[in-house]
């Protein structure tokens, strides 16, 4: 399924089956999404050309949602809501693996009130602390209201320091008992399913680096603040909207959250070269390169993750112009054949002649597109059984050669 995102008067609404809605949400519950229709705009769920494959088949069994779940009992005991829908705020801090950006902690706010979800992440444990200062001005900013309450267990997150900074923002501290973070109820039932949503997007492509986990994290907050959520008393609501209702001028607070922007995670992504980025004189350039979905700045901004470009683990880029094919995605032995066939042909073209020097990978690709793009220098390159075989032309010379035999 290829989508272009494009520009439009009216924006479209987004069509796909109901399992294909499910892997963009993150493999949210049935009961959830067939809310969408009726709550947000942008959504159309069809019937899908598999429907045995469907997630409305009850005996339906979801890869990604089995190895994601692991359900436990926590308090499910109703909150005070004394301080109002936007006055207690309920604090976690998560510790993961190291990520491509060196992150290894993630500070999660959460207003119980209106089951809206802020996610940060930082290196040092000692960081939350900017991630509570930056939240608190957020909220100002945004809502103009002053935080009364933060809740969190008795783990010290970073100290007394932290908790002084939050006193002297005119805040009152609660704490759980000790040895009981289930009584944290809304933080750690929240925190749990900001993990148990990017654990799915990880399990929807299991190639996709787990150094990527931030972005993971950040895009189950943009996915579950955009989600119909049921209140105690059995009203459905979507929390960003009641956000926006708290937020936005008179004239957009009764505007739909639109979802025609989501697409599976991690899906492969063709993404406009920018024309600062090309050469202009080669008209014969690709225009676009590929790229994986791994996030959402707005409705149109995309978060898209390039394997082969900055370092080690890639380069994220925020992109707008974008094409997506939902049925293609990234693969790391892929990868590994791409970089193998590359490397067997630098090997041919060293063996031969036609390569100047031994050179390091991003050189030896940059030299071979080159290369590529030169009739004279390579008129044709072969793979076939396994044997690379090219043809080269210098002048009115013309060389043929074989991986292992540099024959005249």
Known sequence: MVQAVKKSAKEPASEAPIE????????VSKERIQKLSEMTEGVTITAGSNP???????????????????PRQISRRKIDQAYGVLGRVHFDLVQNQPAYNRHV??????????RCHFVFTHAKKSDCQWAVRKFIALIRNWLDVRVRVFHYDNERSAGNEMENMIEAEGCTVEHSPPEAP?????????????????????????????KLWPETVYTSAYILNRMPTKLPDGKWIIPWMELIKKAAPDGIKDQRVNLSNLRV?????????????RVQSDKMSPRAEIGYLVGYISKNLYRIWFPHKGGQHGRIDIVRDAVFDETRRYSSTKKLETEEALSTLTNVLYETGNWPAVLTSDQAQ??????MRMPSSISRI???DGI?????????????????DAGQ
């Not at 294909?20 to 493999?27: D, E, Q, S």
């Not at 940059?366 to 290369?371: I, K």
Request: hydrophobic fraction near 30%; proline fraction near 4%; charged fraction near 20%.
């Open 388 to 404: 690379e075989h090219s043809t080269y032309t210098a002048g009115s010379r013309s060389k043929s050669a074989r991986h292992g």
């Open 20 to 27: 294909i809605w499910h892997r963009r949400l993150g493999h």
């Open 105 to 114: 902690w993630l500070t999660h706010f959460y207003l119980d009130g209106i």
């Open 182 to 210: 289930e009584m944290n109820g809304p933080a750690e039932r929240s925190g749990g399913i900001i993990i148990q949503v990017g654990r799915a997007l990880m399990n929807e492509n299991p190639d996709l680096p787990k």
């Open 382 to 384: 072969v793979l076939q």
């Open 265 to 277: 995670y991690s899906c492969l992504a063709y993404s406009r070269i920018l024309d600062s980025k």
């Open 366 to 371: 940059s030299t071979l597109r080159t290369y």
């Open 52 to 70: 045995e494959r469907s997630q409305s088949s009850p005996n339906q069994v979801c890869e990604a949602c089995q190895l994601t779940s692991a």
